[in-house]
């Protein structure tokens, strides 16, 4: 069976996204780790065998195998892929290198901005991880749903070190999940990041009944936002034009599996943030970032009126149809 003769990997990190990865890695042989902070998610899967929280319905393959404690889960393991919310990335890394003592090879698939720092994902892995450490970023259109399915995606994966892409490309490429490289981390990163704060936008114009001219508007001025944004912090254009960029973009703003989207829907709907948050019932990461996004652009003098207009609204400081309509 594929997968068999790799090392085992530990995925911090249950949510929908986490235990979709995790399942699509331990589907092809691979012996797969799950952790999670929150130990009853952890008990709740070794009952159910499945993750009936996020992805009912996916009974757990018997290499996937969910462990409550950090220390067993890391033990033996030199390979880590990050699913946790942005919220809690640096914890995360700084309690796993406490345990490690061996090199470590880090995917992020987790998207946002540290809140303390204000900093991408990828310095706050700069500021924790070893210089004998290896990092990667995932990112692109790929909904949890939809993998834990089996359905096709495709994604990028981002390093700067070529023999560690290399072997994620053995580790993640089948034709059901292909595998596009790139060494821009820092793109590939703020496209991941910013896009959740546009389809809050573009959920707020939807939900409004504003149409299709305004969607299509909100999207292409969202893409030249994370170009402006991104070039600026060191990403490369043709990045943006890529699945990490404009792909992800398309795919959160115009499907409703996106929280982002959704919580775009119900504020243009007339539900309070509180109400559309609770609808929803999981991290709404752009809803986490947005602010972020908009101070990490001021530091560095990119206007970003799409991202200026979400925040605002998510603050209570504008009128959500007055603020989506000067947009335009």
């Given at each position: 069976?594929?997968?068999?003769?790799?090392?085992?990997?530990?995925?911090?990190?249950?949510?929908?996204?986490?235990?979709?990865?995790?399942?699509?890695?331990?589907?092809?042989?691979?012996?797969?780790?799950?952790?999670?902070?929150?130990?009853?998610?952890?008990?709740?899967?070794?009952?159910?065998?499945?993750?009936?929280?996020?992805?009912?319905?996916?009974?757990?393959?018997?290499?996937?195998?969910?462990?409550?404690?950090?220390?067993?889960?890391?033990?033996?393991?030199?390979?880590?892929?990050?699913?946790?919310?942005?919220?809690?990335?640096?914890?995360?890394?700084?309690?796993?290198?406490?345990?490690?003592?061996?090199?470590?090879?880090?995917?992020?698939?987790?998207?946002?901005?540290?809140?303390?720092?204000?900093?991408?994902?990828?310095?706050?892995?700069?500021?924790?991880?070893?210089?004998?450490?290896?990092?990667?970023?995932?990112?692109?259109?790929?909904?949890?749903?939809?993998?834990?399915?089996?359905?096709?995606?495709?994604?990028?994966?981002a390093s700067e070190h070529d023999d560690f892409l290399a072997h994620l490309v053995k580790r993640f490429d089948s034709p059901l999940f292909r595998i596009d490289t790139s060494k821009d981390i820092i793109g590939v990163e703020t496209g991941g990041v910013v896009k959740n704060v546009i389809a809050i936008a573009t959920g707020i114009s939807d939900?409004?009944?504003?149409?299709?001219?305004?969607?299509?508007?909100?999207?292409?001025?969202?893409?030249?936002?994370?170009?402006?944004?991104?070039?600026?912090?060191?990403?490369?254009?043709?990045?943006?034009?890529?699945?990490?960029?404009?792909?992800?973009?398309?795919?959160?703003?115009?499907?409703?599996?996106?929280?982002?989207?959704?919580?775009?829907?119900?504020?243009?709907?007339?539900?309070?943030?509180?109400?559309?948050?609770?609808?929803?019932?999981?991290?709404?990461?752009?809803?986490?970032?947005?602010?972020?996004?908009?101070?990490?652009?001021?530091?560095?003098?990119?206007?970003?009126?799409?991202?200026?207009?979400?925040?605002?609204?998510?603050?209570?400081?504008?009128?959500?149809?007055?603020?989506?309509?000067?947009?335009?």
């Open positions: 069976m594929e997968g068999q003769s790799l090392k085992p990997i530990a995925v911090l990190g249950a949510g929908s996204w986490g235990t979709a990865l995790a399942l699509y890695l331990s589907r092809r042989g691979q012996t797969v780790r799950i952790w999670s902070i929150e130990t009853a998610e952890i008990e709740a899967m070794l009952a159910d065998k499945a993750n009936n929280r996020y992805l009912p319905g996916h009974t757990l393959p018997d290499t996937l195998h969910p462990i409550a404690d950090l220390a067993e889960t890391l033990n033996g393991i030199d390979e880590v892929l990050v699913v946790v919310p942005s919220v809690g990335f640096r914890t995360t890394l700084t309690n796993m290198k406490a345990i490690t003592k061996t090199p470590m090879r880090v995917i992020c698939a987790t998207k946002g901005i540290d809140t303390k720092t204000g900093e991408l994902l990828s310095q706050v892995a700069t500021d924790v991880l070893s210089k004998d450490d290896q990092f990667a970023v995932l990112s692109g259109p790929s909904f949890a749903k939809e993998v834990a399915a089996g359905l096709p995606a495709a994604v990028v994966i939900g409004m009944e504003l149409g299709a001219n305004a969607r299509s508007a909100i999207i292409t001025r969202g893409l030249n936002e994370i170009m402006r944004l991104g070039i600026e912090l060191g990403g490369k254009q043709e990045t943006f034009m890529g699945l990490s960029g404009l792909g992800d973009l398309i795919l959160t703003c115009s499907d409703d599996l996106s929280r982002n989207r959704r919580l775009g829907l119900g504020i243009g709907r007339g539900q309070s943030i509180e109400q559309a948050e609770k609808a929803i019932g999981q991290v709404v990461e752009g809803k986490r970032n947005a602010e972020l996004v908009v101070h990490l652009a001021e530091r560095h003098g990119i206007k970003m009126p799409i991202c200026e207009t979400v925040w605002s609204i998510l603050q209570g400081k504008a009128d959500v149809k007055k603020a989506i309509e000067q947009m335009f």
